[in-house]
C-alpha cells in the first residue's frame, strides 16, 4: 500500500530472524522438486511464480531434503491492525540488474522484471522456504492464528531500484525494485507437511 519501510517502528518489526526448522528423515525421500510439484499444483495459472514452479519440478532437482534447516530472515515486518496483524516476510537484495540495452538503470528495476531476477537466483525458493518457517513459528507461538490469514505476504526489496518519485510506479501500484507476492490459501500448511514428510506432492 502507502506504507513505506520507514513508517514502520522497530516494535512492528523483527529483524534478522533466525530460524532452524526440522525437515523429514532422509527415508522418506521428500525431494526439492517436491516443492514445484505443490506449487504447481495450488498456485493459479496466472501466479507469477509459475513459470519457476515448472523449474523446480525438474528432475535436476530431485535433490533430498532432510535433517534441519536453518536460516535467517531480513526482516519480518507487522502491519495491518491489533486486531488482524498481517506479517510480511522481507529480504533485502542490493543487485546491479540493469543491461546494455536499459535506456536508464531504473528501467531494470520495473516490477515485471524483477519476476526473472527472482528466478534466475532462486530467491522464490528462498521466500517460501522463509514462509513455511514463519507459518511454523506462528503454529508454535500462536496456535490460534490462521497462517493463511497472519501472513500477508512476501516482499524483496531490490535497493538499486527503490526510489522516492511517484512516477517508478506500475499500473498496478506496485513501486519499481519491490518484488511483492502472496500465497494461495492453504500453501503455507500444505508446504510445511510435506517437507515434513507428512504428505506426498
Known sequence: ????????SPAN???????EMSLAELSKGVMASDIG?????????????????????????????AGLLNGSIDAVLRLGTAEAPLLFITDYKSNRLDEEDDAQLIDAYHP???????????????????????????????????????I?????????G??????????????YGVFQWKAPAALWARLSDVLAGVSRA
Not at 500477508?152 to 538499486?160: D, E, H, K, S, T
Open 1 to 8: 500500500g502507502e506504507r513505506t519501510l520507514g513508517s514502520i
Open 13 to 19: 518489526m523483527l529483524a534478522e530472524l533466525d530460524f
Open 37 to 65: 510439484t505443490v506449487l504447481l499444483q495450488m498456485l493459479p495459472e496466472n501466479d507469477p511464480l509459475r513459470p519457476y514452479a515448472t523449474m523446480l519440478t525438474h528432475h535436476s532437482f530431485n535433490i533430498p531434503l
Open 112 to 150: 515485471s522484471r524483477l519476476v526473472h531476477a527472482m528466478e534466475h537466483h532462486h530467491y522464490p525458493l528462498q521466500a517460501i522456504l522463509y514462509g513455511v518457517a514463519v507459518h511454523r513459528f506462528l503454529r508454535w507461538k500462536s496456535p490460534a492464528t490462521n497462517s493463511d490469514d497472519a
Open 152 to 160: 500477508g505476504g512476501v516482499a524483496y526489496f531490490f535497493l538499486r
Open 162 to 175: 527503490m526510489v522516492n518519485d511517484p512516477a517508478f510506479v506500475d499500473d498496478q501500484g506496485c513501486p
